[in-house]
Each structure stands twice: as C-alpha cells, then as structure tokens.
C-alpha cells in the first residue's frame, strides 16, 4: 500500500523476522502485480532453497551468506548477493566473482552478524562505476535514506529494522519489538526515497 517494489521473506532461522515456508506462501500470493518477491537466505542448504522454490512464487533470490557464485547460480533463477563492507573489501573484485547476480547488496559488516544489524557504513567505501547494480542496505531509515540516494545514487535501497516498531535501536538489542514492522515509519521512508528520487538532478 505504502508502494514498495519489492518486499523480503527471510527464510534463516535464526532471524526474528524469519518466516515459515507455509506464510511466505501466503504472503507471496497476497501480492499485488508489480511487486517483486524476494526470498532471503543465509548460507541455506540447496535442499531448503529447492523446496521453498517449490512451494513459494519467489521473483528473486537473496544469499547473505557465504555462498559461492555457482550455489547462487544452480536455482535458475535471478539473485542477488550481499556484500557486507569494510575497509579492505574489494566491491570491484566481489562483483566481478558474482558476474551472474543481477545485483550486488550492500550492507554494513557487523561481526557474526549476516544483517539486519541496523548499522550504516561508510558510503564513501563504495567505488563509482561499479559494473553491477547496487542496492544500499544498512541502517537506512527516514531520516538518513535521501542522504544515502544522494551521494550513492543506488538503483534501489533495502531496509528493514530502519521500518520496525523499535527502529534501529531495536536492532541492536535495546528493546524487544525487533522484526514488527511499523506501517507509519514504512510510509515515511517510501515518501523519502521518491521525494529524494525527484530531487536528482
């Protein structure tokens, strides 16, 4: 309702926002045309990936792991893959290894910690011309997304505890509504991407 273009179901566990095969179904078919399904997946089993492709309308898959350019690829079906960056990450060499992803995620590097971190990274490690589409993740939310769009110019921007009842202080462990998804601050942010989006120039 909010005009998002794509939402997330995350299928890692360990996730507070992970959800069953059994409601990614249902919320995968609840969507209207236009709307890209993502399925999220950190260092799964090809089994997993294979049934929930089975069982679930997925448009796009996601691998925040340590997955390999020829795991991604087995699925037959577009991906992208998440980078967690630091100094010293080559974001030129990771996307000449992912060559086959539609586009590279970009999220802030939190040891042990695969996202959904609601922590930011240094825009500025992001090397201009890079050869795939990025997608800025990490710590974006209302106040700091039309920043973000500025200076990066991403082709899309992904949040998620930046759009959640307890925000970014959730994320990190201040509070328990972590994972609960608040409609007022998605709104703010979808404002705030198209408002920046008419800004540039």
């Not at 009842?165 to 972590?178: D, M, P, Q, R, W």
């Not at 998605?186 to 408002?195: L, Q």
């Amino acid at each position: 309702q909010a005009g998002a273009d794509a939402i997330g179901l995350v299928f890692y566990e360990r996730s507070p926002r992970h959800v069953s095969i059994a409601q990614a179904a249902q919320l995968a078919a609840a969507l209207p045309p236009f709307v890209t399904s993502v399925g999220l997946f950190v260092n799964a089993e090809a089994a997993l990936v294979r049934e929930v492709l089975n069982r679930v309308p997925l448009d796009l898959l996601q691998f925040h792991g340590d997955e390999s350019p020829e795991f991604c690829a087995q699925f037959a079906r577009p991906y992208l893959k998440a980078i967690r960056v630091k100094a010293g990450v080559d974001l030129l060499q990771c996307a000449a290894r992912f060559s086959t992803a539609k586009a590279l995620l970009l999220d802030a590097h939190v040891e042990g910690v695969p996202g959904g971190t609601g922590a930011t990274f240094d825009w500025s490690l992001i090397p201009k011309g890079m050869p795939l589409p990025v997608i800025l993740s990490g710590g974006l939310d209302a106040e700091n997304v039309a920043a973000a769009i500025k200076q990066v110019r991403p082709y899309a921007v992904d949040v998620s505890s930046g759009v959640e009842s307890g925000g970014v202080e959730a994320a990190k462990g201040i509070n328990t509504l972590k994972g609960i998804k608040d409609a007022a601050k998605i709104a703010a942010f979808i404002n705030e991407v198209k408002r920046a989006d008419v800004r540039l120039p």
